[in-house]
Nanobody, 118 residues
Framework: QVQLVESGGGLVQAGGSLRLSCAAS????????MGWYRQAPGKQRELVAT???????NYADSVKGRFTISTEYAKNTVYLQMNSLKPEDTGVYYC????????????WGQGTQVTVSS
């Protein structure tokens, strides 16, 4: 079992920056994949960025060059640095963890709201 707690959301003007944090209840090095997803009002949840335990990253095309996913293993925390924010980045951002133990297990945080004003 893994508990994930997000923080760092808020209201920011277009062009601004925010850093989201996701604190995990266990050693994140043991988690196969960590990621951030978002859900805008009336839309499906979508992938924003992922980071594997091997260090590979993947980003949605819409955030490449603006967002960066990173980890701080000593704090069991994953970050999402978001720069040059746009109004279309508005949504609830969720932290996600996937573990493979004879099958995939998936865990979600409660989400943090990000609102970008124009």
């Amino acid at each position: 079992q893994v508990q994930l707690v997000e923080s760092g959301g808020g209201l920011v003007q277009a062009g601004g920056s925010l850093r989201l944090s996701c604190a995990a209840s266990r050693n994140i090095f043991s988690l196969n994949v960590m990621g951030w997803y978002r859900q805008a009002p009336g839309k499906q949840r979508e992938l924003v960025a992922t980071l594997t335990s091997g260090g590979s990253t993947n980003y949605a095309d819409s955030v490449k060059g603006r967002f960066t996913i990173s980890t701080e293993y000593a704090k069991n925390t994953v970050y999402l640095q978001m720069n040059s924010l746009k109004p279309e980045d508005t949504g609830v951002y969720y932290c996600n963890a996937k573990i493979y133990r004879s099958g995939w297990y998936e865990y979600w945080g409660q989400g943090t709201q990000v609102t970008v004003s124009s």
